[in-house]
């Protein structure tokens, strides 16, 4: 249970209907099963004790009364057992019978939940049999002891802070008014659902829609357990779709008609996060008090199986992917051309280098002007030599700006910043911050110039990840009039131009652009190697951005902690890094997060595009002077 992770389970077992001898049988079986594979949470399908298809024999005081022998029997199996189960059975009580599930730990019976909502139409009549469970919890007695029951109860498990898990049993998350909705405004964080729902064509979509939209709404993990093999009789066929899904996200989910346990590792702490950070979840506070029952579990470190996409920000799904590209480029577009509408300038002025986000940001001008019915001649193209140009970036820039139809403008600063590095008596053999910096500023000064001459705007090019990272010159690079990147990381950039290269206008831009997304990330601000190769790589000296990346990723949206990243880090990227090279960058990753933040405070606009951004006037609001002292020691 090591960072909030905790391993659940949704379980069909083979059923007899109507013999609950043999079924119990199978659910000790399966249920063992599920605590060998290190679940804590197991569920069981509704009414699985009987079977849900027992139609009149539900009137029959012998089947009542074998239900309830079993579920005895299943409560002493679990003895010496740490995992809370959730088994489905009919229970009669004050004269009537109801839906339940029993929640069973450790050879203990701790509660009954009784299913609220009864259906009665179409192939469904339990009207028949059952009477609708109430939101108020009472004792019952149960084999001579008093037992809770009600829909009110919630166990809280102490081996994860805020693990605290309700039920609702099949119907009750069909309707509007789901006890989903009040048990996670009670406080919580899984919601369990015992359930026998019969296939017919199109169901099995819907309910997987239904099941995910109750745990996104609710921002919780929802365990769906559902009646399979054995359980369809007369008209009635079922599936077994058993799913676990997280704050809309599903994990794992079996395949229709397939009886056994599916298993998945959910995160409490990923949960807390979202609800914390959405702060209209729980406004509406739930309606009455709960009765909780403590339930303990021993800690113990979850050997986690989930996958870690090792690039959170781009869909390793084709079609997705590029369905992302196309968006984000709509995104950026849009917002450029909405500047443009405002301000009414004339031309867009751009830097191009020959580098991935010079070229992205003329492709989004480019794509900018043609909605607004602007010519692309009236986009500057601006390359500026200076000691670190190479012929290889140099000719790129070149042939980019020709391919998308922009005016290109070409201004060397060698003697300008030679002029000034001599204005403050610095050797310009001594290739130093001073060195490299005056070449940016004088860069952003050119631009800036060439914008006013124009009734221009300078375009800004710098991505989500410099900016993380600081990786960018003070009032040089750092400064635009519009940067159409700044919500782009670093891997995203690069999809986005091989998703531009693959869609390209014409073969000559297709080429240049295959070349760029070769060409390694460099500010080309040193000179070149002796054979005329770029000296200075990006990568070499602040770390592979795919890490960073991660990194950002899981610290922002998530808001997890430096050793959770690590961990994370170790099983997305297992068989790339090792640990060692992992945990030397991520903390030069927080070192320099927490001291750039000041470049970070004063950024240019420019378009948010996804759930993790860094805008000062938006989504991250940091003070420059914060300490990372906390997030280094938790490293060490």
Same mark, same amino acid.
């Given at each position: 249970?090591?960072?909030?992770?905790?391993?659940?389970?949704?379980?069909?077992?083979?059923?007899?209907?109507?013999?609950?001898?043999?079924?119990?049988?199978?659910?000790?079986?399966?249920?063992?099963?599920?605590?060998?594979?290190?679940?804590?949470?197991?569920?069981?399908?509704?009414?699985?004790?009987?079977?849900?298809?027992?139609?009149?024999?539900?009137?029959?005081?012998?089947?009542?009364?074998?239900?309830?022998?079993?579920?005895?029997?299943?409560?002493?199996?679990?003895?010496?057992?740490?995992?809370?189960?959730?088994?489905?059975?009919?229970?009669?009580?004050?004269?009537?019978?109801?839906?339940?599930?029993?929640?069973?730990?450790?050879?203990?019976?701790?509660?009954?939940?009784?299913?609220?909502?009864?259906?009665?139409?179409?192939?469904?009549?339990? !009207?028949?049999?059952?009477?609708?469970?109430?939101?108020?919890?009472?004792?019952?007695?149960?084999?001579?002891?008093?037992?809770?029951?009600?829909?009110?109860?919630?166990?809280?498990?102490?081996?994860?802070?805020?693990?605290?898990?309700?039920?609702?049993?099949?119907?009750?998350?069909?309707?509007?008014?789901?006890?989903?909705?009040?048990?996670?405004?009670?406080?919580?964080?899984?919601?369990?659902?015992?359930?026998?729902?019969?296939?017919?064509?199109?169901?099995?979509?819907?309910?997987?829609?239904?099941?995910?939209?109750?745990?996104?709404?609710?921002?919780?993990?929802?365990?769906?357990?559902?009646?399979?093999?054995?359980?369809?009789?007369?008209?009635?066929?079922?599936?077994?779709?058993?799913?676990?899904?997280?704050?809309?996200?599903?994990?794992?989910?079996?395949?229709?008609?397939?009886?056994?346990?599916?298993?998945?590792?959910?995160?409490?702490?990923?949960?807390?996060?979202?609800?914390?950070?959405?702060?209209?979840?729980?406004?509406?506070?739930?309606?009455?008090?709960?009765?909780?029952?403590?339930?303990?579990?021993?800690?113990?470190?979850?050997?986690?199986?989930?996958?870690?996409?090792?690039?959170?920000?781009?869909?390793?799904? !084709?079609?997705?992917?590029?369905?992302?590209?196309?968006?984000?480029?709509?995104?950026?577009?849009?917002?450029?051309?909405?500047?443009?509408?405002?301000?009414?300038?004339?031309?867009?002025?751009?830097?191009?280098?020959?580098?991935?986000?010079?070229?992205?940001?003329?492709?989004?001008?480019?794509?900018?002007?043609?909605?607004?019915?602007?010519?692309?001649?009236?986009?500057?193209?601006?390359?500026?030599?200076?000691?670190?140009?190479?012929?290889?970036?140099?000719?790129?820039?070149?042939?980019?700006?020709?391919?998308?139809?922009?005016?290109?403008?070409?201004?060397?600063?060698?003697?300008?910043?030679?002029?000034?590095?001599?204005?403050?008596?610095?050797?310009?053999?001594?290739?130093?911050?001073?060195?490299?910096?005056?070449?940016?500023?004088?860069?952003?000064?050119?631009?800036?110039?060439?914008?006013?001459?124009?009734?221009?705007?300078?375009?800004?090019?710098?991505?989500?990840?410099?900016?993380?990272?600081?990786?960018?010159?003070?009032?040089?690079?750092?400064?635009?009039?519009?940067?159409?990147?700044?919500?782009?990381?670093?891997?995203?950039?690069?999809?986005?131009?091989?998703?531009?290269?693959?869609?390209?206008?014409?073969?000559?831009?297709?080429?240049?652009?295959?070349?760029?997304?070769?060409?390694?990330?460099?500010?080309?601000?040193?000179?070149?190697?002796?054979?005329?190769?770029?000296?200075?790589?990006?990568?070499?000296?602040?770390?592979?951005?795919?890490?960073?990346?991660?990194?950002?990723?899981?610290?922002?949206?998530?808001?997890?902690?430096?050793?959770?990243?690590?961990?994370?880090?170790?099983?997305?990227?297992?068989?790339?890094?090792? !640990?060692?090279?992992?945990?030397?960058?991520?903390?030069?990753?927080?070192?320099?997060?927490?001291?750039?933040?000041?470049?970070?405070?004063?950024?240019?606009?420019?378009?948010?595009?996804?759930?993790?951004?860094?805008?000062?006037?938006?989504?991250?609001?940091?003070?420059?002077?914060?300490?990372?002292?906390?997030?280094?020691?938790?490293?060490?």
């Amino acid at each position: 249970m090591k960072d909030g992770f905790v391993r659940v389970a949704a379980v069909t077992p083979k059923i007899t209907v109507a013999d609950p001898d043999a079924n119990i049988a199978e659910i000790e079986a399966k249920f063992d099963e599920a605590a060998d594979k290190g679940a804590k949470i197991i569920v069981f399908p509704e009414l699985c004790i009987t079977g849900y298809t027992c139609g009149d024999l539900f009137l029959q005081d012998t089947l009542i009364k074998k239900a309830v022998s079993a579920l005895d029997m299943f409560i002493r199996h679990t003895k010496g057992q740490e995992a809370l189960a959730f088994v489905g059975l009919p229970l009669r009580s004050g004269g009537k019978l109801y839906n339940t599930a029993a929640a069973v730990q450790n050879g203990n019976l701790l509660a009954f939940i009784p299913k609220r909502f009864i259906p009665n139409y179409s192939e469904f009549y339990e !009207e028949r049999h059952f009477t609708p469970g109430t939101k108020e919890v009472r004792d019952i007695c149960f084999d001579g002891k008093q037992v809770p029951f009600g829909s009110r109860i919630m166990f809280d498990i102490d081996c994860v802070e805020e693990l605290s898990v309700c039920a609702e049993i099949c119907e009750d998350v069909w309707v509007a008014d789901a006890p989903s909705n009040e048990h996670a405004l009670a406080g919580a964080t899984v919601i369990v659902n015992l359930s026998a729902s019969d296939e017919v064509v199109g169901k099995g979509q819907y309910r997987e829609q239904l099941v995910g939209m109750a745990s996104a709404k609710t921002v919780s993990a929802y365990i769906y357990a559902d009646a399979g093999d054995g359980e369809s009789s007369t008209d009635l066929v079922f599936g077994a779709q058993n799913m676990i899904a997280e704050n809309g996200v599903m994990l794992a989910e079996s395949g229709l008609f397939e009886t056994g346990v599916t298993c998945a590792d959910i995160d409490i702490q990923r949960l807390m996060h979202d609800r914390q950070r959405m702060n209209t979840f729980g406004q509406e506070k739930a309606e009455a008090e709960y009765v909780h029952i403590p339930v303990h579990i021993a800690a113990c470190e979850t050997a986690v199986k989930r996958a870690f996409d090792p690039k959170p920000f781009v869909p390793s799904d !084709e079609k997705k992917r590029r369905e992302r590209c196309e968006e984000i480029f709509a995104i950026q577009s849009r917002g450029l051309k909405k500047r443009f509408e405002h301000t009414h300038c004339d031309t867009a002025v751009i830097g191009v280098s020959g580098g991935l986000d010079s070229t992205l940001a003329l492709l989004v001008a480019a794509r900018a002007f043609d909605l607004l019915g602007i010519k692309r001649e009236n986009i500057i193209a601006v390359t500026l030599p200076c000691y670190g140009t190479t012929e290889r970036t140099h000719s790129n820039a070149l042939e980019l700006a020709k391919s998308l139809g922009a005016t290109l403008k070409e201004v060397n600063i060698k003697e300008a910043v030679g002029i000034h590095l001599r204005d403050i008596g610095h050797d310009p053999e001594v290739h130093d911050v001073t060195y490299e910096n005056s070449q940016a500023r004088e860069r952003t000064q050119v631009l800036m110039d060439i914008a006013n001459q124009s009734n221009g705007l300078v375009i800004g090019t710098g991505d989500m990840s410099e900016l993380a990272l600081g990786w960018a010159t003070y009032n040089g690079d750092h400064m635009s009039m519009y940067g159409v990147n700044a919500g782009v990381p670093k891997t995203l950039v690069r999809h986005l131009v091989r998703y531009c290269a693959e869609t390209a206008e014409n073969d000559d831009l297709r080429a240049v652009l295959l070349d760029v997304l070769d060409t390694p990330v460099s500010p080309e601000l040193l000179p070149p190697t002796a054979d005329g190769m770029i000296s200075q790589k990006t990568e070499d000296l602040v770390g592979p951005y795919e890490l960073h990346d991660f990194f950002l990723y899981y610290m922002l949206r998530w808001g997890f902690g430096p050793s959770k990243i690590l961990r994370l880090a170790g099983i997305a990227f297992d068989g790339v890094y090792d !640990e060692g090279v992992i945990l030397k960058w991520l903390k030069k990753f927080y070192y320099r997060f927490f001291a750039q933040q000041f470049k970070r405070s004063c950024l240019p606009d420019g378009p948010k595009v996804g759930s993790v951004a860094l805008s000062p006037r938006g989504d991250f609001r940091m003070p420059s002077d914060a300490s990372v002292s906390a997030w280094i020691k938790e490293l060490e």
